[in-house]
């Protein structure tokens, strides 16, 4: 089983940048593919990002794309966050997220192991 840690986040305002990372720790964790949700209070959890950790295939949720970027570092087991022109809308708390499935990965239910969440705020 994959634990993941978050790091990162904090304050910031439009059109900053800030940079999030996700330690992965267990067996396994080759094999899984890797996320970013976000979840904002009274809204649902929202798919950021993700990338398959063992061929570096990367997607991006429409609101982020061109935005964020998402990468990994074999040798460090982490995923981590880009997060630039930050705007007022992406203020929520980050998740990272793990699943062995290769189907269905823009959906929340799809990933069975979760980071603690960090969160992200951007003022105007």
């Known amino acids: 089983q994959v634990q993941l840690v978050e790091s990162g986040g904090g304050l910031a305002q439009t059109g900053d940048s800030l940079s999030l990372s996700c330690a992965a720790s267990g067996r396994g964790s080759v094999n899984y593919v890797m996320a970013w949700f976000r979840q904002a209070p009274g809204k649902e959890r929202e798919f950021v990002a993700g990338i398959r950790w063992s061929s570096g295939f990367t997607y991006y949720g429409n609101s982020v794309k061109g935005r964020f970027t998402i990468s990994r570092d074999n040798a460090k087991n982490t995923v981590s966050l880009q997060m630039n022109s930050l705007k007022p809308e992406d203020t929520a708390v980050y998740y990272c997220?793990?699943?062995?499935?290769?189907?269905?990965?823009?959906?929340?239910?799809?990933?069975?192991?979760w980071g603690q969440g960090t969160q992200v705020t951007v003022s105007s």
């Open positions: 997220a793990a699943t062995s499935k290769t189907w269905a990965l823009y959906i929340s239910s799809t990933y069975s192991v």
